[in-house]
Nanobody, 130 residues
Framework: QIHLTESGGGQVQAGDSLRLSCVASERFFSMYCMGWFRQAPGQDREFVAGISVERDNTDYADSVKGRFTISRDNAKNALYLQMYSLKPEDTAVYFC???????????????????????WGQGTQVTVAS
């Protein structure tokens, strides 16, 4: 079972940047499709970005395309979310999530649905002031 721990959240001004990190306990981290989700107060959890097991294919929510970049370092069991040009509407708790990929046909896919991720971190708060 993979354990995920996020860090890097904080309070910033609109237009600032932040880099979120997620460290995994699992030695087979490279077998997980990884994603970032966020949840604002009173809102459903929403997909932000995801990265595949192989080829580092990525997918982003339209609201963050061109501003956020997801990456992974399998040697460090780490997932990152670089966020630029932050807006007040980016304020939320950000979660990293892992989807264990066991089918060879899925190694280049990016999982975007929250209910397909089995493992979640505890979240890190990002607050963007206007």
């Amino acid at each position: 079972q993979i354990h995920l721990t996020e860090s890097g959240g904080g309070q910033v001004q609109a237009g600032d940047s932040l880099r979120l990190s997620c460290v995994a306990s699992e030695r087979f981290f490279s077998m997980y499709c990884m994603g970032w989700f966020r949840q604002a107060p009173g809102q459903d959890r929403e997909f932000v970005a995801g990265i595949s097991v192989e080829r580092d294919n990525t997918d982003y929510a339209d609201s963050v395309k061109g501003r956020f970049t997801i990456s992974r370092d399998n040697a460090k069991n780490a997932l990152y979310l670089q966020m630029y040009s932050l807006k007040p509407e980016d304020t939320a708790v950000y979660f990293c999530a892992g989807d264990l990929i066991t089918a060879a046909s899925r190694v280049s896919e990016v999982t975007t649905s929250a209910d397909k991720y089995d493992y979640w971190g505890q979240g890190t708060q990002v607050t963007v002031a206007s």
